[in-house]
Protein backbone atom coordinates (compact mmCIF):
# COMPACT_ATOMS: atom_id res chain seq x y z
CA UNK A 1 0.00 0.00 0.00
CA UNK A 2 0.62 3.68 -0.30
CA UNK A 3 1.83 5.44 2.49
CA UNK A 4 -0.29 8.88 2.85
CA UNK A 5 0.42 11.77 5.30
CA UNK A 6 -2.32 11.86 8.15
CA UNK A 7 -3.30 13.92 11.10
CA UNK A 8 -3.78 12.45 14.31
CA UNK A 9 -6.68 12.94 16.33
CA UNK A 10 -6.33 11.61 19.65
CA UNK A 11 -8.07 12.94 22.69
CA UNK A 12 -10.38 11.83 25.74
CA UNK A 13 -13.47 13.09 24.03
CA UNK A 14 -14.10 15.30 21.51
CA UNK A 15 -16.50 17.16 18.98
CA UNK A 16 -16.31 19.32 15.83
CA UNK A 17 -17.09 23.63 15.14
CA UNK A 18 -16.86 25.27 12.51
CA UNK A 19 -17.31 28.80 14.33
CA UNK A 20 -15.61 29.95 17.79
CA UNK A 21 -17.69 28.99 21.08
CA UNK A 22 -18.84 32.61 21.23
CA UNK A 23 -21.17 31.90 18.81
CA UNK A 24 -23.11 30.19 21.76
CA UNK A 25 -23.23 33.83 23.59
CA UNK A 26 -26.87 35.11 22.62
CA UNK A 27 -29.96 36.47 24.90
CA UNK A 28 -30.60 32.93 25.87
CA UNK A 29 -27.52 31.91 27.45
CA UNK A 30 -25.39 32.83 30.71
CA UNK A 31 -23.71 35.93 30.41
CA UNK A 32 -21.75 36.11 33.99
CA UNK A 33 -19.37 33.75 35.90
CA UNK A 34 -21.93 33.05 38.20
CA UNK A 35 -22.60 30.05 37.67
CA UNK A 36 -19.17 29.24 37.11
CA UNK A 37 -18.53 30.35 40.87
CA UNK A 38 -20.00 26.57 41.74
CA UNK A 39 -17.81 24.57 39.71
CA UNK A 40 -13.50 24.27 39.86
CA UNK A 41 -12.46 25.64 36.30
CA UNK A 42 -9.08 24.71 35.44
CA UNK A 43 -7.12 26.99 33.04
CA UNK A 44 -4.60 25.16 30.93
CA UNK A 45 -5.03 27.72 27.92
CA UNK A 46 -2.53 30.15 26.98
CA UNK A 47 -4.64 32.82 26.34
CA UNK A 48 -7.80 32.71 29.34
CA UNK A 49 -11.04 32.25 27.51
CA UNK A 50 -13.45 34.56 28.75
CA UNK A 51 -16.06 34.15 31.44
CA UNK A 52 -19.52 34.49 29.17
CA UNK A 53 -17.76 32.14 26.98
CA UNK A 54 -17.21 29.34 29.47
CA UNK A 55 -20.90 30.25 30.91
CA UNK A 56 -22.39 28.91 27.87
CA UNK A 57 -20.17 25.79 27.16
CA UNK A 58 -21.07 25.64 30.38
CA UNK A 59 -24.93 25.93 30.30
CA UNK A 60 -24.91 23.10 27.20
CA UNK A 61 -22.88 21.00 28.89
CA UNK A 62 -24.94 20.44 31.92
CA UNK A 63 -28.14 20.25 30.40
CA UNK A 64 -26.02 17.16 28.20
CA UNK A 65 -25.17 15.91 31.47
CA UNK A 66 -28.77 16.15 33.47
CA UNK A 67 -30.39 14.90 29.99
CA UNK A 68 -28.13 11.52 29.86
CA UNK A 69 -28.44 11.64 34.14
CA UNK A 70 -32.48 11.55 33.61
CA UNK A 71 -32.62 8.94 31.27
CA UNK A 72 -31.35 6.52 33.71
CA UNK A 73 -34.59 5.56 35.39
CA UNK A 74 -33.11 2.32 36.77
CA UNK A 75 -31.92 3.99 39.87
CA UNK A 76 -32.47 7.46 42.55
CA UNK A 77 -29.38 10.23 41.44
CA UNK A 78 -28.21 10.14 44.82
CA UNK A 79 -27.18 6.62 44.36
CA UNK A 80 -25.34 7.47 40.74
CA UNK A 81 -22.07 6.53 40.76
CA UNK A 82 -21.44 7.13 37.18
CA UNK A 83 -19.03 9.86 35.73
CA UNK A 84 -20.33 11.69 33.14
CA UNK A 85 -17.80 13.50 30.66
CA UNK A 86 -19.22 16.00 27.77
CA UNK A 87 -16.36 17.64 25.74
CA UNK A 88 -16.41 19.97 22.64
CA UNK A 89 -14.37 22.62 21.40
CA UNK A 90 -13.82 25.43 18.87
CA UNK A 91 -10.92 26.68 17.12
CA UNK A 92 -8.49 27.38 19.34
CA UNK A 93 -9.78 25.60 22.58
CA UNK A 94 -10.81 22.20 23.84
CA UNK A 95 -13.31 22.41 26.55
CA UNK A 96 -13.45 19.34 29.28
CA UNK A 97 -16.75 18.99 31.54
CA UNK A 98 -17.04 16.01 33.93
CA UNK A 99 -19.16 15.51 37.10
CA UNK A 100 -18.82 12.73 39.06
CA UNK A 101 -19.85 11.21 42.09
CA UNK A 102 -17.11 11.91 44.83
CA UNK A 103 -15.91 15.72 43.26
CA UNK A 104 -17.04 18.67 42.93
CA UNK A 105 -18.09 19.30 38.71
CA UNK A 106 -14.65 20.32 37.18
CA UNK A 107 -14.02 22.58 33.65
CA UNK A 108 -10.79 21.91 32.03
CA UNK A 109 -9.87 24.35 29.24
CA UNK A 110 -6.95 23.65 27.26
CA UNK A 111 -5.64 24.82 24.25
CA UNK A 112 -5.63 22.89 20.77
CA UNK A 113 -2.31 22.03 19.89
CA UNK A 114 -0.97 20.79 16.02
CA UNK A 115 0.90 17.61 15.11
CA UNK A 116 2.70 16.45 12.43
CA UNK A 117 1.76 12.20 13.90
CA UNK A 118 0.29 10.87 11.14
CA UNK A 119 -2.85 8.76 11.98
CA UNK A 120 -5.09 5.64 10.21
CA UNK A 121 -8.45 7.02 11.89
CA UNK A 122 -8.16 11.03 11.44
CA UNK A 123 -7.02 11.08 8.08
CA UNK A 124 -7.69 8.12 6.20
CA UNK A 125 -10.36 8.89 3.55
CA UNK A 126 -8.63 6.77 1.35
CA UNK A 127 -10.50 4.19 2.94
CA UNK A 128 -13.63 5.59 2.46
CA UNK A 129 -12.58 6.79 -0.96
CA UNK A 130 -11.77 2.83 -1.65
CA UNK A 131 -14.79 1.48 -0.08
CA UNK A 132 -16.93 3.65 -2.42
CA UNK A 133 -15.00 4.17 -5.63
CA UNK A 134 -14.72 7.59 -5.52
CA UNK A 135 -11.96 8.85 -7.67
CA UNK A 136 -8.82 6.92 -6.88
CA UNK A 137 -6.37 4.43 -7.83
CA UNK A 138 -7.04 0.88 -6.78
CA UNK A 139 -4.54 -0.21 -3.70
CA UNK A 140 -3.29 -3.66 -2.39
CA UNK A 141 -5.79 -3.14 0.61
CA UNK A 142 -8.78 -1.10 1.53
CA UNK A 143 -6.65 1.32 4.01
CA UNK A 144 -3.97 3.72 3.24
CA UNK A 145 -1.79 3.56 6.24
CA UNK A 146 -2.34 0.29 8.21
CA UNK A 147 -4.51 -2.83 8.28
CA UNK A 148 -7.64 -3.74 9.85
CA UNK A 149 -11.02 -4.84 8.70
CA UNK A 150 -15.11 -3.76 8.01
CA UNK A 151 -18.82 -4.29 8.06
CA UNK A 152 -20.63 -2.23 6.18
CA UNK A 153 -24.75 -2.18 7.99
CA UNK A 154 -26.74 -1.14 4.98
CA UNK A 155 -29.81 0.08 7.21
CA UNK A 156 -30.49 3.57 8.09
CA UNK A 157 -31.95 5.49 11.16
CA UNK A 158 -31.54 7.71 13.64
CA UNK A 159 -29.34 5.90 15.37
CA UNK A 160 -26.99 2.85 15.62
CA UNK A 161 -26.05 1.48 19.14
CA UNK A 162 -23.57 -1.83 19.48
CA UNK A 163 -21.68 -3.41 22.52
CA UNK A 164 -18.04 -2.98 21.26
CA UNK A 165 -16.25 -5.99 22.90
CA UNK A 166 -12.51 -4.69 23.34
CA UNK A 167 -9.50 -6.34 23.78
CA UNK A 168 -7.23 -6.88 26.57
CA UNK A 169 -4.04 -5.01 26.59
CA UNK A 170 -2.01 -8.10 25.31
CA UNK A 171 0.17 -7.47 22.82
CA UNK A 172 -0.38 -11.30 21.66
CA UNK A 173 -3.98 -9.83 20.55
CA UNK A 174 -3.48 -6.18 19.81
CA UNK A 175 -0.56 -3.74 19.33
CA UNK A 176 0.75 -1.58 21.81
CA UNK A 177 4.17 -0.01 20.92
CA UNK A 178 2.59 3.48 20.45
CA UNK A 179 2.81 4.96 18.41
CA UNK A 180 4.17 2.67 15.62
CA UNK A 181 1.32 1.03 15.89
CA UNK A 182 -1.76 2.89 16.90
CA UNK A 183 -4.91 0.59 17.42
CA UNK A 184 -8.62 1.95 16.89
CA UNK A 185 -11.85 0.59 17.32
CA UNK A 186 -14.52 2.36 16.08
CA UNK A 187 -17.98 2.77 13.92
CA UNK A 188 -19.29 5.54 12.51
CA UNK A 189 -21.68 6.61 9.09
CA UNK A 190 -21.42 7.83 5.14
CA UNK A 191 -23.30 9.40 3.06
CA UNK A 192 -22.85 9.08 -0.82
CA UNK A 193 -24.39 11.89 -3.18
CA UNK A 194 -24.72 10.89 -6.40
CA UNK A 195 -23.34 14.32 -8.02
CA UNK A 196 -20.16 14.32 -9.80
CA UNK A 197 -16.61 13.44 -8.09
CA UNK A 198 -18.74 12.17 -4.83
CA UNK A 199 -19.48 15.83 -3.78
CA UNK A 200 -21.47 16.59 -0.69
CA UNK A 201 -20.46 13.24 0.88
CA UNK A 202 -19.96 12.46 4.18
CA UNK A 203 -17.80 10.40 6.48
CA UNK A 204 -17.65 9.91 9.97
CA UNK A 205 -15.72 7.87 12.58
CA UNK A 206 -15.73 7.52 15.99
CA UNK A 207 -15.11 5.22 18.50
CA UNK A 208 -11.53 4.70 20.95
CA UNK A 209 -7.90 4.72 20.52
CA UNK A 210 -5.21 2.24 22.81
CA UNK A 211 -3.27 4.42 24.58
CA UNK A 212 -0.30 3.42 26.88
CA UNK A 213 0.20 6.55 29.23
CA UNK A 214 -2.97 7.14 30.95
CA UNK A 215 -3.61 6.19 35.17
CA UNK A 216 -1.49 8.13 38.00
CA UNK A 217 1.42 6.80 37.00
CA UNK A 218 1.11 7.01 33.11
CA UNK A 219 1.83 3.19 32.25
CA UNK A 220 -1.71 1.73 32.29
CA UNK A 221 -3.92 1.57 29.31
CA UNK A 222 -7.10 2.44 28.23
CA UNK A 223 -8.99 3.36 25.49
CA UNK A 224 -10.25 6.48 24.65
CA UNK A 225 -12.63 8.27 22.95
CA UNK A 226 -12.33 9.69 19.17
CA UNK A 227 -13.98 11.40 16.51
CA UNK A 228 -13.83 12.65 13.41
CA UNK A 229 -15.77 14.16 10.95
CA UNK A 230 -15.53 15.11 6.64
CA UNK A 231 -17.15 16.00 3.86
CA UNK A 232 -16.33 16.14 -0.07
CA UNK A 233 -16.35 19.41 -1.41
CA UNK A 234 -14.07 19.43 -3.82
CA UNK A 235 -13.16 16.63 -6.34
CA UNK A 236 -10.32 14.16 -6.24
CA UNK A 237 -6.65 15.50 -7.27
CA UNK A 238 -4.21 13.65 -5.46
CA UNK A 239 -3.30 11.22 -2.69
CA UNK A 240 -2.58 14.54 -0.83
CA UNK A 241 -5.10 16.45 -2.26
CA UNK A 242 -8.30 14.17 -1.89
CA UNK A 243 -11.07 17.31 -2.03
CA UNK A 244 -12.17 16.39 1.81
CA UNK A 245 -12.74 18.57 4.26
CA UNK A 246 -11.94 17.28 8.37
CA UNK A 247 -13.78 19.78 10.26
CA UNK A 248 -12.40 21.15 13.49
CA UNK A 249 -11.38 17.99 14.89
CA UNK A 250 -8.84 18.80 17.62
CA UNK A 251 -5.18 17.13 17.45
CA UNK A 252 -2.97 16.12 20.40
CA UNK A 253 0.04 14.58 20.19
CA UNK A 254 -0.04 11.16 21.56
CA UNK A 255 2.56 11.41 24.11
CA UNK A 256 0.58 14.41 25.37
CA UNK A 257 0.75 13.75 29.55
CA UNK A 258 -1.61 16.62 30.06
CA UNK A 259 -3.72 15.25 33.38
CA UNK A 260 -7.32 15.81 31.83
CA UNK A 261 -5.84 12.79 29.12
CA UNK A 262 -5.16 10.38 31.89
CA UNK A 263 -8.16 8.22 31.58
CA UNK A 264 -9.86 5.51 29.28
CA UNK A 265 -11.91 2.60 29.21
CA UNK A 266 -10.90 -0.39 30.41
CA UNK A 267 -9.18 -3.21 28.58
CA UNK A 268 -11.52 -6.45 28.26
CA UNK A 269 -14.70 -4.45 28.92
CA UNK A 270 -17.53 -4.10 26.55
CA UNK A 271 -18.80 -0.34 26.59
CA UNK A 272 -22.03 -0.23 24.79
CA UNK A 273 -21.52 2.22 21.81
CA UNK A 274 -24.10 4.44 20.34
CA UNK A 275 -23.86 6.93 17.35
CA UNK A 276 -25.69 9.53 15.71
CA UNK A 277 -25.79 11.51 12.42
CA UNK A 278 -28.28 14.01 13.64
CA UNK A 279 -29.05 14.81 16.69
CA UNK A 280 -31.19 18.10 17.15
CA UNK A 281 -28.99 18.57 13.96
CA UNK A 282 -25.58 17.71 15.41
CA UNK A 283 -23.18 14.37 15.03
CA UNK A 284 -23.22 12.79 18.33
CA UNK A 285 -21.65 9.58 19.99
CA UNK A 286 -21.92 8.20 23.53
CA UNK A 287 -20.21 5.34 25.31
CA UNK A 288 -21.53 4.07 28.51
CA UNK A 289 -19.04 1.73 29.79
CA UNK A 290 -16.28 1.07 32.53
CA UNK A 291 -13.34 3.46 32.79
CA UNK A 292 -9.82 2.54 34.11
CA UNK A 293 -9.58 5.99 36.56
CA UNK A 294 -12.68 7.55 38.64
CA UNK A 295 -11.85 11.01 36.81
CA UNK A 296 -10.63 12.08 33.87
CA UNK A 297 -7.57 13.39 35.82
CA UNK A 298 -6.45 9.50 36.05
CA UNK A 299 -5.26 10.48 39.62
CA UNK A 300 -6.42 6.86 40.91
CA UNK A 301 -6.78 3.17 39.39
CA UNK A 302 -10.49 2.10 40.22
CA UNK A 303 -12.67 0.45 37.77
CA UNK A 304 -15.73 3.48 37.43
CA UNK A 305 -19.14 3.10 35.51
CA UNK A 306 -18.17 5.77 32.91
CA UNK A 307 -20.74 7.85 30.51
CA UNK A 308 -18.90 9.76 27.62
CA UNK A 309 -21.13 12.45 25.65
CA UNK A 310 -19.29 14.42 22.43
CA UNK A 311 -20.86 16.24 20.24
CA UNK A 312 -20.53 18.88 17.62
CA UNK A 313 -20.97 22.34 18.55
CA UNK A 314 -22.06 23.21 15.10
CA UNK A 315 -25.64 21.63 13.66
CA UNK A 316 -24.70 20.41 10.51
CA UNK A 317 -28.02 19.01 10.12
CA UNK A 318 -27.74 15.94 7.88
CA UNK A 319 -30.48 15.17 6.67
CA UNK A 320 -29.71 11.37 5.53
CA UNK A 321 -27.10 8.29 5.50
CA UNK A 322 -26.09 5.92 3.06
CA UNK A 323 -24.73 2.91 5.32
CA UNK A 324 -23.43 2.39 8.95
CA UNK A 325 -19.78 1.07 9.44
CA UNK A 326 -18.19 -1.06 12.06
CA UNK A 327 -14.44 -1.52 11.76
CA UNK A 328 -11.33 -2.61 13.69
CA UNK A 329 -7.92 -1.27 12.54
CA UNK A 330 -4.73 -0.45 13.15
CA UNK A 331 -2.93 2.61 12.13
CA UNK A 332 1.41 2.26 10.72
CA UNK A 333 3.83 3.23 8.06
CA UNK A 334 4.62 -0.82 7.81
CA UNK A 335 0.97 -1.81 7.05
CA UNK A 336 1.29 -4.13 9.96
CA UNK A 337 -0.28 -4.60 13.39
CA UNK A 338 -3.05 -6.67 15.70
CA UNK A 339 -5.97 -5.59 17.14
CA UNK A 340 -9.85 -7.33 17.41
CA UNK A 341 -13.61 -6.34 18.72
CA UNK A 342 -16.65 -7.88 18.68
CA UNK A 343 -19.97 -6.07 17.88
CA UNK A 344 -23.31 -7.57 19.03
CA UNK A 345 -26.60 -6.84 19.90
CA UNK A 346 -25.86 -4.49 17.07
CA UNK A 347 -29.67 -1.92 17.38
CA UNK A 348 -30.75 0.58 14.72
CA UNK A 349 -33.39 2.86 16.35
CA UNK A 350 -33.40 -0.04 19.28
CA UNK A 351 -34.15 -3.23 16.14
CA UNK A 352 -32.15 -5.89 16.28
CA UNK A 353 -30.38 -5.45 12.73
CA UNK A 354 -31.06 -8.27 10.00
CA UNK A 355 -28.04 -10.03 8.84
CA UNK A 356 -29.16 -9.25 5.40
CA UNK A 357 -28.08 -5.88 6.46
CA UNK A 358 -24.63 -6.66 6.73
CA UNK A 359 -22.42 -6.38 3.87
CA UNK A 360 -18.97 -7.04 2.31
CA UNK A 361 -16.96 -7.64 4.42
CA UNK A 362 -13.69 -5.33 3.98
CA UNK A 363 -10.12 -6.84 4.64
CA UNK A 364 -6.98 -5.97 4.84
CA UNK A 365 -4.76 -7.98 6.89
CA UNK A 366 -7.93 -9.59 9.25
CA UNK A 367 -10.88 -11.64 9.16
CA UNK A 368 -14.10 -10.66 9.49
CA UNK A 369 -16.90 -13.09 10.79
CA UNK A 370 -20.51 -12.93 11.32
CA UNK A 371 -22.51 -14.95 13.68
CA UNK A 372 -26.20 -14.91 13.73
CA UNK A 373 -27.70 -11.90 13.07
CA UNK A 374 -25.96 -9.30 14.80
CA UNK A 375 -22.51 -10.47 16.07
CA UNK A 376 -19.54 -9.40 14.13
CA UNK A 377 -16.22 -10.41 15.14
CA UNK A 378 -13.40 -8.34 13.23
CA UNK A 379 -9.21 -9.84 13.87
CA UNK A 380 -6.39 -7.88 12.87
CA UNK A 381 -3.44 -10.11 12.75
CA UNK A 382 -0.55 -9.07 9.52
CA UNK A 383 1.04 -12.02 10.67
CA UNK A 384 -1.90 -13.75 9.73
CA UNK A 385 -3.87 -12.19 7.46
CA UNK A 386 -3.08 -10.77 3.84
Known sequence: ????????????????????????ADDTLPTSSLELAEINVVHQETQKVADYQLAAVLQIAK??????????????KSADQTTYDYITFDEQYTYFYEESANAAPELWVVDKTDTNVESLLAGNVNEFNEANSINVAPRAGFIGDGVGGRMNVN???????????????????VSLD???H???????????????????????????????NLGPSATSYGWKPVIILKKKNRPYVSETNTGWDQYQSATFDPSYNQVQTKNGYKPGTAPLMYFWYNYNGKVRIKIDGTSICPTLGGYSLQDTPNITIMESNASWNIASISRWKLLST?????DTGKNRTTFSNIKVDGTPISSSALSGPLNDHSNVTVSGNNVITIVVNSDIYN
Open 1 to 24: MNYSKKILTSLLISSFAVFPVSAF
Open 63 to 76: NAVEEERDSKVAFA
Open 155 to 173: TTGSYLMALMQLPLADSNI
Open 178 to 180: RPN
Open 182 to 212: IAFNYGGFEYTTTVTDGIGSWAADMGVELYN
Open 330 to 334: VWSKT
